[in-house]
């Protein structure tokens, strides 16, 4: 077999070096994240009734999601690993004694760091947005089957949105009830009371949601004022129910939409609408991420080659903490669009432009061989204590 040449045979070492902590990172990060999520998943499903296979489908089509923001960090912190791990064990060195330069090294990161993107770019066009269907899909589907899901004899129930709900009797029938007391107060300015002697819940497709049917009861109503109430008794009353709130939903959200769904929306909205922005939002924030993952892997690599030799710990500090800037800063620019503050197209792509600039600084010092920080930094640094100091003083 031919030997390949030496910068290939250094490309696949580095490489392998990456994988190795990214593949670790990524298992570890999105379990963390992935355990957050199912306790609420559990409490909501797994509590209610419905069966094991529901559940690890949901546990399914919530990974696409997750990976979104876990793909990234993990690239980031295997990088910064790496060759951190290279550059303690003075690799680096001899890497440059041979006559290698800091760009000569990037073709592997800068492969890596593209097929990250690139992954990234399939997560958000298309991976979570069939995740947050699919979810969709299953609950509608859960609710249709179990209409009696939740409700549990001579409990109080607030699972159903702005609802508390009291069933004296649950009959072996699904879907029928005996002895229903309700507290509705969906309406804050005029809550209502309602008992009913009997029951029966049923799925309606035209409202995606819950109709709870009662029959022989009465429905009392008061205002701000106690004097202001009324009793209106009934034969028969129809009362809409929401439990799964984020998968019966009146219309789609924009996070279940697909590329082209977001686009073609966009263009029936009216400029400066709610809907326009969040539309516009969405669509920028999935090619923003994308593009945020590969910057946050350039940035990486002049971090994890800086002559300061530091343990792994230190770089899995390093790394959590830059993401945790980019995603601090993305967020606000997001939030700051949807409340119309900030362009809406412009807006989730601040955090790259800042992060670009950044990569850019750190690239040119590395290049030259500087330290990452100019000589000037801890001047700087101590004229900023100082006037914090006074500050505080001032202050008391």
């Known amino acids: 077999m031919r030997a390949l040449p030496l910068p290939y045979i250094i490309y696949r070492y580095l490489l392998q070096e990456i994988m190795a902590p990214f593949g670790a990172s990524l298992l570890t990060f999105t379990l963390i994240v992935f355990l957050g999520r199912l306790m609420r998943v559990t409490q909501m499903i797994v509590v209610k009734g419905v069966g094991l296979m529901e559940v690890l489908k949901t546990c399914v089509y919530l990974f696409p999601y997750l990976l ?39 073709p592997p990161i800068f492969l890596f760091s593209l097929a990250t993107a690139l992954m990234a770019l399939f997560l958000t066009a298309y991976g979570s947005p069939w995740g947050q269907k699919a979810t969709r899909a299953l609950m509608m589907e859960v609710v249709k089957r179990r209409a009696d899901l939740g409700v549990k004899e001579q409990v109080f129930s607030t699972d159903f949105q ?97 590329v082209g769904e977001l686009w073609q929306n966009l263009h029936q ?86 992060f670009a600039g950044v990569a850019v600084f750190l690239w040119r010092r590395t290049v030259k061989e500087e330290p990452l920080l100019p000589a000037s930094w801890p001047i700087w640094w101590e004229h900023l204590q100082s006037f914090l100091q006074s500050l505080t003083r001032k202050r008391r």
């Not at 910064?80 to 800091?102: C, I, N, P, W, Y």
Request: one cysteine or more.
């Open 162 to 258: 702005g609802l508390m709900l009291f069933v004296n009797r649950v009959p072996s029938v699904h879907g029928q009830l005996e002895g229903i007391f309700i507290y509705d107060s969906r309406d804050k300015d005029n809550p209502n009371t309602v008992y009913a002697r009997k029951g029966r819940l049923s799925f309606d497709e035209s409202q995606e949601a819950l109709v709870l049917h009662l029959s022989d009861g009465r429905v009392m109503r008061w205002g701000p004022a106690l004097t202001r109430w009324q009793t209106v008794e009934f034969k028969s009353y129809q009362l809409p129910l929401h439990l799964f709130s984020f998968a019966l939903k009146e219309k789609k959200s924009e996070d279940e939409m697909y």
């Open 68 to 106: 979104v923001f876990t793909l990234p960090m993990a690239a980031t912190v295997g990088i910064l690993l790496a060759l951190m791990r290279l550059s303690v064990d003075q690799e680096v060195v001899a890497l440059k004694t041979s006559g290698l330069s800091f760009v000569q090294l990037t």
């Open 269 to 354: 909205e009216a400029p400066g609408s709610d809907r326009y922005i969040r539309y516009a939002v969405e669509l920028s924030r999935r090619f923003s991420l994308p593009c945020g993952a590969f910057l946050l892997c350039i940035i990486a690599m002049p971090l994890g080659m800086s002559p300061r030799h530091h343990g792994r710990t230190w770089g899995l500090i390093l790394g959590l903490l830059v993401f945790l800037v980019y995603y601090v800063v993305f967020t606000a620019s997001w939030r700051l669009a949807i409340s119309s503050r900030l362009n809406p197209f412009l807006a989730p792509w601040l955090s790259n432009l800042l």
